[in-house]
């Protein structure tokens, strides 16, 4: 059940119009009341007798006996309540209870028989709307301090009592939702999404990896999106506002939304915070057009994704172990950067499911636990890598670094859902593990012709080295032996711990430190997850084209561990 506590208003009969009335698209049917202050207020539509005008002059008539200088400017208050699409369909009875609690809950009318005049429309099956005039009858204003929080707390309350489906407690730290006339806009103009919804999406990519205020506003300007900023006295920047370039109010002017009415964590100061916690090497792609005067280091979107692993892999420890949170809730933040860039850059096949899991994640990137950005850099520095490498092709070794990176990156979604359900962040909890099952979507898409091809390559293996690597797994992996043989993906293990010996490492210490890393009890394919592992760790690359040298015998002793380029550090070198 989500109540909503609108925008106050100063004229009683326009709001009285509207809730009675058809509706913006005829959706409002029978609109009646279900509840008033009294009981006994006349209802303009079952009461032939009643009017607009006289329910008005009932409800404002505290307002009227107040002097003029005591009333309120904005004295008409207006709550929505609707239940969730699964609910059963309540009766006028139930909802009646239902606005007598909320009024009470509020402050509206704490029932010692002064309190504010209300009533409760009824105007479809699922929701109800209650109005009411903000004064007292004993000439007092009414204490509806946090009503919107008070209002919440009650809905759960409610939720129990008849039964109906439990929503997570927020914590004050969500993205404003849309306002019914946003939403109703966006269905005239046949949005996807809103303005608000297209412009945080926006705004978080051209966060994601920024290491300057400029290049920040640039990638803004170059999104296509209108900028606005503010300025002090000064010369300071205080602010700033976007708007999409078709989204226009009715007098024709674009509609400007600011960074902290997109998300909390877009106001200017709180991306000042991770902009400073940051590095400032620049990574471009060749030409660019970045300043020649800062060293640019050409990357492509493969070695981008490999080097990535290695930086997410290591939040994922952090975030499974107790320890500082300000540091595991910079990761979180790094983690949401590092979605948006991959979302941006994804190919066709993995786009949608991507774009998906960055939407449901922006609400698991956030709480009230202040995060360490200094902690996140080699994440940041990952998303800027990612965002600058360009656009995957989706195929080939691009296709096989995306699935390795987003085999790492579901470690750190599901990591996050733990660590906010430990810290009984509901909603982050819940947003998170919303984010893992599309982020399993598109895994899925991106890593099925590159394991089909790792498994074809295994089933050519010769007898005996199969049966060498078998005898590995048993001996390495006893307890999870019988699971990996049998799986469909042990031929691509195979294959992987074959690459691996041709390279000189050892393929059971590989499989020996892959599995000891993390549990891998939860994995939906033990054998998969291995794969993705073992090529991490040995610095193999994601894809490897078929080969036709003679394995080597399994004498080596040592895990290869290649020395990255001199112009690359551990967080962003090549893939471990």
């Known amino acids: ?103 009470a809950a509020t402050g509206i009318d704490t029932g010692d028989g002064a309190g504010c005049r209300w009533a409760a429309v009824r105007h479809a099956h699922d929701h109800i709307h209650i109005i009411a005039t903000l004064m007292r009858e004993d000439g007092h204003k009414p204490r509806i301090h946090n009503d919107a929080g008070r209002s919440q707390e009650e809905a759960r309350r409610i939720e129990a009592d008849f039964g109906l489906r439990r929503l997570n407690t927020g914590d004050g730290t969500a993205s404003q939702r849309p306002t019914s006339a946003e939403r109703h806009k966006a269905e005239r103009q046949r949005r996807e999404q809103t303005p608000r919804e297209e412009l945080r999406e926006s705004v978080r990519r051209a966060v994601a990896g920024a290491n300057t205020e400029a290049e920040f506003f640039g990638r803004l300007t170059a999104s296509g999106l209108l900028v606005r900023t503010r300025t002090a006295p000064s010369g300071d920047l205080l602010g700033y506002t976007v708007a999409l370039p078709g989204d226009r109010n009715k007098d024709g002017q674009p509609v400007f939304y600011s960074g902290s009415k997109l998300a909390p964590d877009l106001s200017l100061p709180r991306i000042r915070e991770r902009l400073t916690s940051g590095t400032e090497e620049r990574v471009t792609a060749p030409d660019s057009g970045e300043d020649s005067t800062i060293r640019s280091r050409p990357i492509g979107p493969a070695p981008a994704r490999r080097a990535a692993t290695t930086s997410i892999w290591d939040a994922a420890l952090l975030l499974g172990n107790e320890g500082d949170d300000g540091a595991a809730a910079a990761q979180l933040s790094a983690a949401g950067e590092v ?13 949608e499911e991507l774009r998906l899991a960055a939407r449901a994640f922006e609400r698991a990137s956030r709480s009230h636990i202040r995060a360490q950005h200094a902690e996140a850099r080699a994440l940041r520095k990952a998303a800027r890598e990612i965002v600058y490498a360009g656009p995957s092709l989706g195929r080939g070794e691009d296709g096989a670094a995306t699935a390795m990176v987003l ?104 499989l020996r430190e892959a599995a000891g890393q993390r549990e891998l009890d939860s994995a939906g394919s033990v054998s998969d997850v291995l794969v993705w592992r073992v090529r991490r760790i040995a610095n193999l690359h994601a894809h490897t084209p078929q080969v036709t040298t003679t394995v080597p015998p399994a004498t080596a002793t040592r895990t290869v561990r290649p020395m990255p380029p001199s112009d690359h550090r551990r967080d962003g070198g090549n893939a471990r």
Do not use: C, F
């Open 339 to 351: 979605l948006d860039a991959l979302a941006k850059t994804s190919a066709a096949t993995t786009r």
């Open 407 to 510: 085999s790492t990156l579901l470690l750190v979604v599901v990591a996050a859902a733990r660590w906010h359900a430990q810290h009984q962040h509901a909603q982050q909890a819940a947003a998170a593990r919303q984010a893992a099952e599309h982020l399993r979507a598109a895994y899925n898409s991106a890593a099925h012709a590159p394991l089909t091809a790792l498994r074809d390559r295994g089933r050519r293996l010769p007898k005996s080295t199969r049966a060498r690597y078998e005898t590995t797994v048993l001996t390495v992996l006893p307890h999870l032996a019988q699971t990996v043989l049998t799986e469909r993906g042990w031929d691509a293990l195979a294959a992987t711990l074959s690459d691996a010996a041709r390279a000189g490492a050892d393929p059971a210490a590989l």
């Open 1 to 103: 059940m989500i109540p909503r506590v609108h925008k106050r208003g100063s004229r009683t009969i326009g709001l009285l119009a509207y809730l009675y009335g058809p509706g913006t698209h005829e959706e409002h049917i029978d609109p009646h009341l279900v509840a008033s202050w009294d009981g006994m207020a006349p209802d303009p539509v079952r009461d032939p007798q009643a009017t607009y005008k006289q329910l008005q002059q009932l409800l404002d008539q505290p307002v009227m006996a107040v002097a003029a200088n005591r009333r309120p400017d904005k004295h008409v208050w207006h709550l929505s309540i609707r239940s969730a699409p699964d609910d059963p369909v309540l009766a006028d009875d139930q909802w009646g209870e239902i606005a007598r609690r909320m009024v």
